[in-house]
């Protein structure tokens, strides 16, 4: 069964922008799945629409199998979310915040109390109970909002961008505390911008821009698909002619320094060769960093031509 | 889903917010009435001829009741419920599965719970300054609920309505306070001449302040059945505009 499955979503605001332009994804149960893209593609108007937040132009969600429109009560039984702003009361105190997440969802003040000591506990906020949430510190408060989302323990939690302006040793607790989350059976779907982050925690992952996917499957799938090595070389002497290589793309950065991109399926000492006949001597060589961010802007920009040439037509 | 539960959620907090500030909850509405009480009763109280043949410290008091228990139940509501907009707490509701209803009347039970709480306060102080007998309880705890009831709905809408906190002062301070004051709290409408008196039935605060001292001194300008008609209805209004604000998302979803 799929945790969250969306028909031709489409959602126009009142002030004409289109955010969402007939997005269509389905999410299996138990999958950690992650909606990557950058500012303003229509994360958080997807996640606002499936969470009753933003009323959408047209479409269909449905949460195991509930659809939101016909089942609403049900199918936001289902749901957790963690919302990409801050939205609690700040004067109110870290535990009355969580048991009352819960009497929302008609869990009686006793056990929601126990749930809240649970995911308190879990997420280092036990010791911070008492204190009102406004003195919480930035990543405090938003482990607060996961263990408001987990409180009435959903089968599926969506969290949008759950690390931005995290530091990164809580930012790795947290990914680990997602990653215990997931194999204890809680579908997670999670929005980030950042790739290492999709990367690390998700299966799978759809790509979005502009209100439109332009990729949706498994995280191998979409690295081996554009997967080009980058190289930088640090050479003897200036490069008179850049060799001609299929699969293989050279920019000289300047007189020392060489970039090359080599696609998967092509051989490096091929390549080697063809240097060492061009009298380059390689004095030394270093993968480029940040690869898959790489990779993200040129699935953007991919994205991006292809809609314009559509438009030409 | 029982739904019990969120609402009593929903109360709870309101209560505790409400407690959490009680001098700013309770003690100003103490306190107006007070003076109200020591410069009509003892001051000047003596020089006022009777009104409508009650002592006239009598006579103000049910409306000095009504006074503050519209003004502190619309107040809550509309202030918290703006509150909870603005720090988008209302967002907790608004993803869980607690249907409109219980959110509108949760809110205004908390507004009832501190509105009905301060006019307690205020009829316990005026236990010093009055010397009133209850006419007909029944009439007393109706009138005394429902208005409640009625000013908290109010103020859910205007909370709901409001853009900034300005929005929350406005609808108090230049309607609601004009037609309190105007509602025969201080006076008889009897005293007026009769084109006034004929305005002053428009006003339907009148009806409340009226029906209200009926349950104390058996004396009224209206109808008593006529007002709690007029009452009924009011709620009934704003309960179901509130309903139909809160399915669109009114300033809440995008
Ligand atoms: N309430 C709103 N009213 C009008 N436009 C909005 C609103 N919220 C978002 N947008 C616009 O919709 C687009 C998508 O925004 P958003 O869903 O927040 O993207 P993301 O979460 O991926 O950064 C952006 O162009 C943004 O400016
Ligand atoms: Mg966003």
Redesign the interface.
């Known amino acids: 069964m799929d945790a969250l499955n969306i028909e031709n979503l489409t959602k126009t605001y009142a002030n004409g922008v289109e955010a969402v332009k007939g997005v269509s994804i389905s999410i299996p149960e138990r999958s950690f799945y992650g909606l990557l893209g950058p500012n303003g593609a229509g994360k958080t108007t997807i996640i606002g629409i499936i969470t009753d937040m933003v009323v959408k132009t047209s479409g269909r969600i449905k949460i195991f199998d509930k659809d939101i429109d016909k089942e609403f009560s049900d199918a936001k039984q289902l749901i957790g979310v963690v919302p990409q702003e801050m939205n609690f009361a700040i004067f109110e105190k870290v535990i009355d915040i969580v048991v009352q997440q819960a009497g929302y969802y008609g869990i009686a003040k006793k056990d929601a109390e126990k749930n809240a000591e649970k995911y308190l506990r879990q997420l280092g906020l036990w010791d911070k109970r008492d204190e009102q949430a406004k003195s919480l510190s930035g990543g405090m408060k938003r482990r607060l909002m996961i263990a408001r989302a987990l409180i009435h323990e959903p089968k599926l939690l969506i969290l949008d961008e759950p690390t931005a302006g995290v530091d990164v040793e809580l930012r790795r607790d947290m990914w680990s505390f997602l990653t215990r989350l997931n194999k204890s059976g809680t579908t997670i779907i999670l929005t980030t911008h950042y790739l290492e982050e999709a990367e690390h925690l998700c299966k799978r992952i759809a790509i979005i821009n502009k209100g439109m996917i332009i990729e949706d499957s498994s995280t191998k799938e979409i690295i081996n698909k554009l997967d080009k090595q980058s190289y930088i070389l640090d050479i003897a002497s200036p490069m008179k002619k850049k060799p001609e290589m299929k699969g293989c793309n050279i920019t000289i950065i300047d007189d020392t320094t060489i970039e090359i991109e080599l696609d998967k399926s092509q051989n490096l000492s091929e390549l080697m060769r063809l240097l060492d006949k061009e009298k380059i001597t390689i004095l030394s060589m270093r993968n480029k960093a940040n690869r898959l961010e790489e990779m993200f802007i040129d699935l953007i920009e991919n994205g991006k031509e292809g809609k314009e040439k559509g438009k030409r037509k | 889903?029982?739904?019990l539960?969120?609402l009593?959620?929903?109360v709870?907090?309101e209560t505790?917010r409400i407690f959490?500030v009680w001098r700013q909850s309770f003690l100003p509405s103490v306190v107006t009435t007070t003076l109200y009480f020591i410069i009509f009763g003892n001051f000047i109280g003596s020089r006022i001829s009777d009104m409508a043949g009650f002592k006239y410290v009598d006579f103000i008091m049910p409306g000095l009741v009504m006074l503050s228990v519209i003004t502190t139940s619309y107040t809550n509501v509309a202030g918290g419920f703006f509150?909870?907009k603005f720090?988008?707490?209302i967002?907790?509701?608004?993803?869980?599965?607690?249907?409109n209803w219980v959110i509108i009347a949760g809110h205004a039970i908390g507004g009832m719970v501190r509105g009905l709480v301060t006019g307690i306060l205020v009829m316990l102080v005026s236990l010093f300054f009055t010397h009133i007998k209850i006419h007909n309880i029944w009439i007393i705890l109706i009138y005394f609920i429902l208005t409640s009831a009625m000013f908290s709905l109010a103020g859910f809408l205007n909370g709901m309505i409001a853009n900034s906190f300005d929005d929350i002062a406005l609808i108090p301070n230049f309607l609601l306070t004009p037609l309190i004051y105007l509602g025969g709290v201080f006076y008889s409408i009897t005293v007026l001449p009769e084109f006034w008196q004929h305005i002053s039935k428009f006003n339907p605060i009148l009806y409340m302040v009226s029906g209200f001292r009926y349950g104390f001194l058996g004396f009224s300008d209206i109808d008593v059945f006529f007002g709690f008609v007029i009452l009924l209805v009011f709620t009934a209004v704003f309960f179901i505009i509130n309903m139909i604000l809160m399915k669109k998302?009114y300033g809440?979803?995008?």
Do not use: A
């Open positions: 889903m029982n739904l539960v969120p009593m959620t929903i709870r907090k505790i959490r509150l909870s720090q988008r707490s967002e907790e509701m608004i993803v869980s599965p607690t249907p998302g809440i979803k995008s």
